[in-house]
Nanobody, 118 residues
Framework: QVQLVESGGGLVQAGGSLLLSCAAS????????MGWYRQAPGKQRELVALITSDGAQTIADSVKARFAISRDNTKSMLYLQMHSLKPEDTAVYYC????????????WGQGTQVTVSS
């Protein structure tokens, strides 16, 4: 059973930075595609950034110049470095792990709240 635990959220002023972390357990982390998603109140969950098991990255246009995704397979950790935060970045941020194939799965963390004040 894959378990994901996010941390690093909080309250920050506009223009500030935060580093989100996601600790994974119960899987061979290096084989999973990992992503960060966010959901603001009243809105659908959206992809923020994705990094595949091969290291290929996808970053949402809305955050491309400000956020960076990375992973440390030796520590089973996923990170999201966020700079120049804006009030519209306020959301619950979720970590996601996807294993493709016959024994595939999609697992989610419980989320971490990021609030950006203006």
């Amino acid at each position: 059973q894959v378990q994901l635990v996010e941390s690093g959220g909080g309250l920050v002023q506009a223009g500030g930075s935060l580093l989100l972390s996601c600790a994974a357990s119960g899987s061979i982390f290096g084989r999973d595609d990992m992503g960060w998603y966010r959901q603001a109140p009243g809105k659908q969950r959206e992809l923020v950034a994705l990094i595949t098991s091969d290291g290929a990255q996808t970053i949402a246009d809305s955050v491309k110049a400000r956020f960076a995704i990375s992973r440390d397979n030796t520590k089973s950790m996923l990170y999201l470095q966020m700079h120049s935060l804006k009030p519209e970045d306020t959301a619950v941020y979720y970590c996601n792990a996807v294993r493709r194939g016959n024994s595939g799965y999609s697992a989610w963390g419980q989320g971490t709240q990021v609030t950006v004040s203006s």
